[in-house]
């Protein structure tokens, strides 16, 4: 299995920053992709930004220039620096990773998940 926790929520006032940061651990074998998605209240959760070993990295177009994304592939951590907030910006933010991993050693086995963080909520008031 993995678990991904996260950590760097919290309060701040419009235009201040903030920064999110996620770790994965267990029985990993690659990491594909880790993104940060959020959902604020009354809302669908909805993709903020995304590193992937296939598609890049990509923003969504409210945050494009404001967030940026970054992973320590050494360590299975990814981070988010969140700059010039607004209030719009006020969700639970979770990390999300796609993953191999280990099933079984012999013979060797892998599967693929996709795995949740807790979530950590930004609230941008103030």
């Known amino acids: 299995q993995v678990q991904l926790v996260e950590s760097g929520g919290g309060l701040v006032q419009p235009g201040g920053s903030l920064r999110l940061s996620c770790a994965a651990s267990?029985?990993?074998?690659?990491?594909?992709?880790m993104a940060w998605y959020r959902q604020a209240p009354g809302e669908q959760r909805e993709l903020v930004a995304i590193m992937s070993n296939f598609s890049g990295t990509n923003y969504a177009a409210s945050v494009k220039g404001r967030f940026t994304i970054s992973r320590d592939y050494s360590k299975n951590t990814v981070s988010l620096q969140m700059n010039s907030l607004k209030p719009e910006d006020t969700a639970v933010y979770y990390c999300?990773?796609?993953?191999?991993?280990?099933?079984?050693?012999?013979?060797?086995?892998?599967?693929?998940?996709?795995?949740w963080g807790q979530g950590t909520l930004v609230t941008v008031s103030s």
């Open positions: 267990g029985s990993i074998v690659n990491i594909n992709s």
């Open positions: 999300n990773a796609g993953a191999t991993t280990v099933v079984t050693i012999t013979p060797f086995q892998s599967r693929y998940l996709e795995v």
